[in-house]
């Protein structure tokens, strides 16, 4: 536009030294460029809010695809979470089973002591349902009791170390995160080859990074990656990492 203006006044000038123009003429030509100038600044102020608009829906759109990757993460926490408890209730199912197919009439160790016939009256699935049911209404003192009292008595079953996890879930939904840390590290320790270790390094790295200790944090979610590239958790913590 501004090109435009300078054509305008370089014809206006030119036609002057000619000697060709009207008064009414000039008058005209000052109308039209003054219409040209009044469009110019038209688009210079849509162009403005244009640029604004754009600007605006960018920064949008970066917070929503952030808010879209926390959510998915969470999501996908819960998603684990719930394939967690239904690996529970079928290794409890087949627990269950085998011992209404096991024989009812057992014969009696004379070596039985009085500690070993009160474990025979503890029903394990019972006590691993109940404390399960307390962490999924949010009762976790009561869930860290009962899960504990579960790795008292069976400390070898298949849901010991599922025991032991929801242990340290339950304090890390408490925000009690270096007490969380203990709890995961002892699955670690005692159930090294279990199906909950990938699980336990990742909220172990998430606990350090709650404890605003950023080194050991990414050093357990690296883990995740390093050791079980092709686990869930693998993928949420590279998302940690990134940020």
Not at 14 to 37: H, P, Y
Not at 155 to 180: C, F, H, M, R, V
Not at 182 to 203: C, N, S
Request: proline letters at 4%; a neutral charge.
């Amino acid at each position: 536009m501004r090109i435009l203006n300078k054509l305008l006044w370089l014809l206006l000038a030119t036609s002057l030294l000619n000697g060709c123009v009207s008064r009414r003429e000039i008058i005209q030509f000052k109308q039209d460029l003054a219409t040209v100038q009044e469009q110019n600044r038209r688009l210079e102020e849509r162009s403005s809010r244009l640029d604004s608009l754009l600007t605006a829906y960018s920064q949008l759109l970066q917070t929503m695809k952030a808010e879209m990757s926390l959510y998915s993460e969470e999501i996908q926490q819960r998603l684990n979470n719930l394939d967690a408890g239904l690996e529970d209730l079928s290794s409890l199912y087949s627990q269950s089973y085998q011992r209404r197919s096991s024989p009812i009439d057992r014969p009696v160790s004379s070596d039985t002591t009085p500690e070993t016939a009160h474990l025979s009256q503890v029903d394990p699935k019972k006590l691993y349902d109940a404390a399960y049911l307390d962490l999924t209404k949010g009762n976790y003192q009561l869930a860290i009791s009962g899960f504990s009292q579960y790795l008292q008595h069976f400390p070898d079953t298949p849901l010991s170390d599922n025991a032991l996890y929801w242990i340290g879930e339950s304090y890390y939904a408490q925000a009690q995160y270096d007490k969380a840390v203990i709890e995961f590290q002892k699955l670690l320790k005692d159930y090294p080859t279990g199906d909950k270790v990938p699980a336990a390094l990742y909220k172990i790295g998430l606990s350090y990074l709650e404890l605003r200790d950023r080194k050991l944090g990414n050093q357990f979610l690296k883990r995740v990656v390093d050791e079980f590239p092709r686990s869930p958790e693998a993928k949420l913590a590279k998302e940690k990492l990134k940020g």
